[in-house]
């Protein structure tokens, strides 16, 4: 949606191809419980691409011209321990420190300090996160070359639970620097996810983002950006097979048997595994590349969520301000909370630290009046230890059931007449409402340092081009990788370098 949107603006005739019935993959929302109840089902917090120029410079007009508007809560969100000890985290930094200090006032100065120090060490790679990425050997090359840069090369290479040890004494923030970086969907002991601590300074510039009416009110605002520049927007067509000849991408060949032509390129925004292994010929694909795609690794969990729409705002027994954060995270501490990390990866579900987003506290057109909505989110393994994925079919009511039971635990008004409507999706679901979701998989392919930067999707592969001439690949398969960050972006800017088109004259349009 985003390329088809800047290349528009460029001029150039795009056609949106899209499997659903309505636009937006991931980031799309719908009444799934209730008439008037408005859930994200899937994407939910818009925190990376408030930075993406996209948005904060407004390139396409999402905000000015077509009709995108974002709430921010204050405070963004809270992390409640299994003993109802509450860290608040406010956009002022200086709150955040008292929320800290509760804890340990030597945490509270680090936490300064910490921040001070991922913006001058980290923030270089916040620019590189909405352009095309270098070779991940020259970008480490590079990154060798001045003591900053190494100092960028030691986090990068370390798991947020060394960084979280390095900085912080107390149990709280040693656990709520795991539980939060989590969030990329690797575990935080895992080598090479030292990067992810650097999102905490953006919970004070950017804070979070929720899109008025809806996650899918950024989607929608895009194809009316699409359209508007002379776009099309083909929905509920799937593609069958990318069309190639003489090595270049000529078209896609839908499932109806429709084929729709391209003059200049064909952009994929599907997983990296679907385009490859399904919809391009292997004797068009180097030998050895349909092997190297089909060993990419998947994330080490995925997502069980559930859409509950209720009569009032959950009420947590923490109190005070954790009952106006925009989302709660739940967490064990270590070595508990590291220990369920490990148990996904042999398939051990787990019921113990729900992620709950309370957009209507915020957004009230999300919910009929005086009504709210809760956004319900647990990580679980896609292959169940007693029955693979299948089992999810199964099991799925009765691990929600225990979800929905935690969060009860730690409020005090999650009862069932509090309860109208419920919805429940599991990772198989997922993989079946999107089939970009391979083994429920959200971010396509793992946040793993192998497949991070330019190396995602595969050393090589990270600048959006492929092996087919004129086939481009944009989304989470792609660098910066999982979330609502805009990544799509970047896709764009390569395009239109490849076609002789200057980004910044048509941005200055």
Known sequence: MIVAAYLAKAGLGVCVVEMQDMVGGCVITR????????HDIAGAIHMMIQANPLIHKDELGLKSKYGLRYVFPDPPCAIVFSDDAPLVIYRD???????????????????????????????????????????????????????????????????VQDIAEEWFESKQMRAAFGRWASEEMIGPREKG????????????????GLPIGGSGALSEALAVCIRDNGGTIKLSSTVKRVKVEAGAATGVILDSGEEIKAKKA???????????????????????????????????????VQAIALNEAPKFKAGGDVNKAGFVEISPYCPELLRIYDDYAYGVPNAGMPIMGMSTLYDPSRAPEGKHTLYLYHYEPYSLREGGAEAWDKMKQEIADEVLETARKHTTNLGESNILGRWIASPLDYERMNPALISGDIGHIGSFLTQSF??????????????????????????????????GR????????????????????
């Open 31 to 38: 009444e799934v419980t209730l008439p008037g109840f408005k």
């Open 490 to 509: 970047a896709t764009a800017r390569q395009i239109m370098e490849d076609l002789g088109i200057d980004f910044k004259k048509v941005m200055a349009k």
């Open 193 to 208: 996810t030292g990067l992810y601590v650097g999102s905490w300074p953006l919970f004070h510039t950017w804070g979070f």
């Open 93 to 159: 930094i200086g709150q955040t420190y008292d929320s800290i200090r509760q804890f340990s006032v030597k945490d509270a100065d680090a936490y300064l300090k910490f921040c001070e120090y991922s913006k001058q060490t980290l923030a270089p790679v916040g620019i590189g996160m909405f352009s095309t990425p270098p070779g991940f050997g020259a970008m480490m090359s590079f990154l060798d070359a001045s003591e900053g840069g190494r100092q960028y090369m030691k986090v990068l290479l370390s798991s």
């Open 454 to 487: 330019g190396n995602r999707p595969l050393p090589g592969w990270g600048q959006y081009k492929t092996p087919v001439e004129h086939l481009y690949m944009s989304g989470v398969s792609t660098h910066p990788g999982v979330g609502i960050n805009g990544g």
């Open 266 to 304: 064909v952009v994929s925004n599907v997983n990296v595994k679907q385009l490859f292994l399904t919809m391009v010929e292997a004797d068009e694909l180097p030998p050895g590349f349909q092997s190297e795609v089909g060993q990419l690794k998947h994330s080490t969990f995925a997502p069980l």
